[in-house]
């Protein structure tokens, strides 16, 4: 089974940058559509950046500018950059993945298990 494995997370200051990974690990054939998810204490996840196979990408509006997604094949790696941050910025981070295991290509949907961003004022 596949596996994503999230890292880059941590403390920083208002202003300043991140970037997050989410490895993909395990029996894998192909990774379809990866996006970064974000969920703060007591509001609902939400989506804030997506990538398609071919490199398409989004982004939700309160992002737009300050981060960029990107993705490695080779690697089976996605990234987060995140520039300018601010302390609404601040949450769990999910990275999500179809990924085809098995050469059915039966797309499935994996989570990784967050990495805590924090910014402070």
């Known amino acids: 089974q596949a596996q994503l494995v999230e890292s880059g997370g941590g403390l920083v200051q208002a202003g300043g940058s991140l970037r997050l990974s989410c490895a993909a690990t395990g029996t894998i054939v192909s990774i379809n559509t990866v996006s970064w998810h974000r969920q703060s204490p007591g509001k609902q996840r939400e989506q804030a950046a997506i990538i398609d196979s071919e490199g398409g990408r989004d982004y939700m509006s309160s992002v737009k500018g300050r981060f960029t997604i990107s993705r490695d094949s080779a690697l089976n790696t996605v990234y987060l950059q995140m520039n300018n941050l601010r302390p609404d910025d601040t949450a769990v981070y999910y990275c999500?993945?179809?990924?085809?295991?098995?050469?059915?290509?039966?797309?499935?949907?994996?989570w990784g298990q967050g990495t805590q961003v924090t910014v402070s004022s």
């Open positions: 999500n993945a179809e990924i085809a295991p098995y050469f059915d290509y039966r797309y499935r949907s994996y």
